[in-house]
């Protein structure tokens, strides 16, 4: 079934076999997907697609400068009848949300929605109230260049498990683009793949996909790389490498084996470390994730 879903996603999102199995691998990863990229990429089509092959209620949050906290969580409005406050919930309290164009939004607001990717809670007037399960963001945001953007801080970016660029499509494919019917439009004709309850299922296997001694020991190493050097501002934090981890066992999981091997660390370490790590000025337009690939022993 994860292979019809990937050549499900595949028909929708042309050319990017690759971003594909790593979106697959941040939602059974559990975490949250942060896309970086130009407008007109691709980034809603696949975010609606994979909502709706997984069988996710999907929700679209356009962020803009002017978004509140309470648009995001809801509110509490009196109600005359029954002579007591009733709480109207927001979009937050959907399985996929698109938070489009996150750094368009103040940083209040962008708090607000990365808190509740981080404790799967909210808290309103009337207590707490849990989020449900799936829960799967995936946020948007414009290069930094562009003009009117708040940037996220470090302590936000980091509860993103990836960061990806869907990037320009193959030639052959870009053209099939040119003539064809906008590719979203068909998503609602197709049938689901699977549904939530298996969508569960798949994120519970995956936590109990196979960590050798070895795999840790690369991990580790690549963590104390990225500390002891002085190639980047700081190293990454043990949250960082327990992410790496779950990515890899994700990215197993899709290639149908019970173990991690290390080319899946080396797999998903671009998307979950590039955005963690700021390279000092002398180590010039290498990626992070390069500089460490190239310095940390692969296990035999």
């Not at 399960?133 to 993103?160: C, K, M």
């Not at 050097?229 to 327990?242: I, N, Q």
Request: hydrophobic share 40%; glycine share 6%; proline share 7%.
């Amino acid at each position: 079934m994860l292979k019809k879903l990937q050549q499900a996603l595949n028909n929708v999102l042309l050319g990017k076999e690759e971003v594909v199995r790593l979106a697959i691998s941040c939602l059974l990863a559990d975490g949250h997907l942060l896309l970086e990229d130009i407008p007109g990429m691709g980034k809603t089509t696949l975010s609606q697609a994979l909502a709706h092959f997984t069988g996710m209620n999907y929700r679209r949050i356009q962020f803009t400068s002017d978004l509140l906290p309470s648009d995001l969580i809801g509110v509490s409005v009196f109600d005359t009848h029954q002579q007591r406050f009733q709480f109207h919930e927001g979009p937050i309290f959907s399985q996929l949300i698109l938070a489009d164009e996150i750094n368009r939004a103040p940083p209040k607001t962008q708090s607000a929605l990365l808190e509740a990717m981080e404790e799967r809670q909210v808290t309103t007037d009337n207590g707490t109230r849990s989020l449900p399960d799936p829960f799967f963001v995936i946020a948007t945001q414009n290069p930094a260049h562009q003009t009117g953007t708040y940037l996220l801080p470090e302590s936000q970016l980091d509860r993103f498990l990836m960061r990806l660029a869907i990037g320009y499509p193959p030639a052959e494919y870009e053209r099939k683009l040119l003539i064809e019917q906008e590719q979203r439009e068909r998503i609602p004709l197709l049938p689901p793949v699977i549904n939530t309850e298996k969508l569960l299922l798949w994120q519970k296997e995956t936590l109990q996909i196979i960590i050798s001694e070895p795999i840790l020991d690369y991990v580790q190493g690549l963590l104390n790389a990225s500390r002891i050097h002085g190639w980047f501002e700081h190293g990454l934090s043990p949250r960082a490498g327990r992410f790496l981890i779950k990515a890899a066992q994700a990215y197993a999981k899709i290639g149908e084996r019970d173990f991690v091997r290390p080319d899946d660390i080396q797999s998903v370490l671009p998307s979950v470390v590039d955005h963690r790590l700021i390279i000092t000025q002398s180590e010039g337009e290498i990626l992070p994730s390069n500089i460490l690939l190239n310095h940390v022993e692969i296990p035999v």
